[in-house]
């Protein structure tokens, strides 16, 4: 069982950065491959960038790619996502999640999901 508990966001405006956390529980977390997803209003949740259990593969998204960066310290248990350069359309709940296995770009492929945090970026 892993918890995900995520912090770091909260308003900004544009052009501006934020960086996000999530601590996990557990004694396994570097066995995990770790995912940031989003999630504005009325909208699916959408893939943001991941990370491999060792930290030396990422993937980022399309639309974030350049501005986002995901990394993850095993020996604390945390992993992050770097946000620079924010835009409006980045405003979302931000989630992170544990997948036991590889990399995925597909939410339903991970297995525990922490509660989210609100980004917003004014314009």
């Known amino acids: 069982q892993v918890q995900l508990v995520e912090s770091g966001g909260g308003l900004v405006q544009a052009g501006g950065s934020l960086r996000l956390s999530c601590a996990a529980s557990?004694?396994?977390?570097?066995?995990?491959?770790m995912g940031w997803f989003r999630q504005a209003p009325g909208k699916e949740r959408e893939f943001v960038a991941t990370i491999s259990s060792s930290g030396v593969r990422t993937v980022h998204a399309g639309p974030v790619k350049g501005r986002f960066t995901i990394s993850r310290d095993n020996a604390k248990n945390t992993v992050y996502l770097q946000m620079n350069s924010l835009k409006p359309e980045d405003t979302a709940v931000y989630h992170c999640a544990a997948r036991d296995g590889a990399i995925s770009m597909t939410p339903s492929y991970y297995d525990y999901w922490g509660q989210g945090t609100q980004v917003t970026v004014s314009s």
């Open positions: 557990g004694r396994t977390f570097s066995r995990y491959a």
